[in-house]
């Protein structure tokens, strides 16, 4: 297995502490609006400041533990590579 579930889930909910406040707080902020505009803004907001960078921390954290992965079994194709190469020389 490239990745662990546990190793991914780390990777993926990192930063989710941060993001819960964040969700709570909107939550507080967006039942004391009282127009759908106001409810509007608080929500495109929530999504542009703290959902979207959430994401994207979590991508990258999650590609960061998989290349780190993926570099490693790539050495070792590389060593095996170079072993075969030599015998079949």
């Given at each position: 297995m490239i990745l662990s579930n546990d190793d991914a889930r780390k990777a993926v909910f990192s930063g989710f502490d941060g993001f819960q406040e964040q969700f709570f707080a909107?939550?507080?902020t967006y039942s004391k609006a009282s127009t759908t505009q106001e409810r509007t803004g608080i929500a495109t907001r929530f999504v542009k400041e703290v959902v979207i960078p959430y994401l994207d921390t979590a991508k990258d954290s999650l590609l960061k533990e998989y290349s780190?992965?993926?570099?490693?079994?790539?050495?070792?194709?590389?060593?095996l590579l170079d072993v075969f190469g030599e015998a079949c020389t």
């Open positions: 909107t939550l507080a780190s992965s993926m570099r490693v079994i790539e050495g070792e194709l590389s060593k």
